[in-house]
């Protein structure tokens, strides 16, 4: 994927103070089974390993700047 794209993109997922939960999981593989590609955003209050997110839903990690990152399907 391409960071123009990811650039481009809205974000569709925010992590607010309850962190990253199995919900979070869910929604990031739906989007991605549907759209390909999704931008999440953080609050400063919350760690969040964007390394770590994508290898738990089995996607690419394309892009992390501040607290957005952008996840792609695996090519």
Known sequence: MDKKAASQLKATIW????GV??????EIRRQIKDR???K?????SVEV???GIAAA??????QTRGRTMVLARRR
């Open 15 to 18: 992590i607010g103070k309850n």
């Open 21 to 26: 939960t199995e919900q979070t999981y869910e």
């Open 36 to 38: 390909g590609m999704v």
């Open 40 to 44: 999440i955003k953080w609050l400063r």
């Open 49 to 51: 390993d964007p390394t």
């Open 57 to 62: 839903c089995g996607v690419e990690l394309v």
